[in-house]
Antibody, heavy 126, light 109 residues
Framework: EVQLVESGGGVVRPGGSLRLSCAAS????????MSWVRQAPGKGLEWVSG????????GYADSVKGRFTISRDNAKNSLYLQMNSLRAEDTALYHC???????????????????WGQGTLVTVSS | EIVMTQSPATLSVSPGERATLSCRAS??????LAWYQQKPGQAPRLLIY???TRATGIPARFSGSGSGTEFTLTISSLQSEDFAVYYC???????????FGQGTKVEIK
């Protein structure tokens, strides 16, 4: 069974940092791109960042560019999101998702997401 | 940026009836469109990709159609487990990133 389990969320003050992790199992991790998608409380879905199979291509939403960094460790079947300079508007449930996208040079192009993890909650508040 | 607009915001349907959900793109996304179902407290689940291809394990009562700017998700005969929020997502134009619609809630009439 394909499974994605996120961890690392919590409460952090504005300007603070947090590192999210996603543990993958049940599929060949390095065959796929991966993405982070967030959902603010009671709101819709927003793609945050994606990475290709070997980490050579990455992509970010404008809202997080320069503050968040995505990475992966294929030996550990794990995906990460380093979040710095956090703002109140970053408060959301962060899902990792297997992505059918692809890398083009240094830039990653996400496609559709299947499956998704249950998410880890990040709350940015003073 | 491409804007995805879903309608209606809420759809009230009786079990066994057909539900038709719409998604409109502000410019053409070809057939690069996916549909997801999300139930309360759960992660989204992929239903359709490529505008009309059902994902693995998705029942045949779910079907997608359309291309360009107009798309439809049809649930032919609503079951109790189908009451949920449905999102469309285009993945034709990146960067800055693909976009989701705001969702359609399908509720019991």
């Amino acid at each position: 069974e394909v499974q994605l389990v996120e961890s690392g969320g919590g409460v952090v003050r504005p300007g603070g940092s947090l590192r999210l992790s996603c543990a993958a199992s049940g599929f060949t991790f390095d065959d796929y791109g991966m993405s982070w998608v967030r959902q603010a409380p009671g709101k819709g879905l927003e793609w945050v960042s994606g990475i290709n199979w070997n980490g050579g291509s990455t992509g970010y939403a404008d809202s997080v560019k320069g503050r968040f960094t995505i990475s992966r460790d294929n030996a550990k079947n794990s995906l990460y999101l380093q979040m710095n300079s956090l703002r109140a508007e970053d408060t959301a449930l962060y899902h990792c998702a297997r992505d059918h996208g692809y890398g083009s040079g240094s830039y990653y192009t996400p496609n559709w997401f299947d499956p998704w993890g249950q998410g880890t909650l990040v709350t940015v508040s003073s | 940026e491409i804007v995805m607009t879903q309608s209606p915001a809420t759809l009230s349907v009786s079990p066994g009836e057909r539900a038709t959900l719409s998604c409109r793109a502000s410019q053409s996304v070809s057939s690069n469109l996916a549909w997801y179902q999300q139930k309360p407290g759960q992660a989204p689940r992929l239903l359709i990709y490529g505008a009309s291809t059902r994902a693995t394990g998705i029942p045949a009562r779910f079907s997608g159609s359309g291309s360009g700017t107009e798309f439809t998700l049809t649930i032919s005969s609503l079951q109790s487990e189908d009451f949920a929020v449905y999102y469309c997502q285009q993945y034709n134009n990146w960067p800055p990133g693909g976009t989701f619609g705001q969702g359609t809630k399908v509720e019991i009439k």
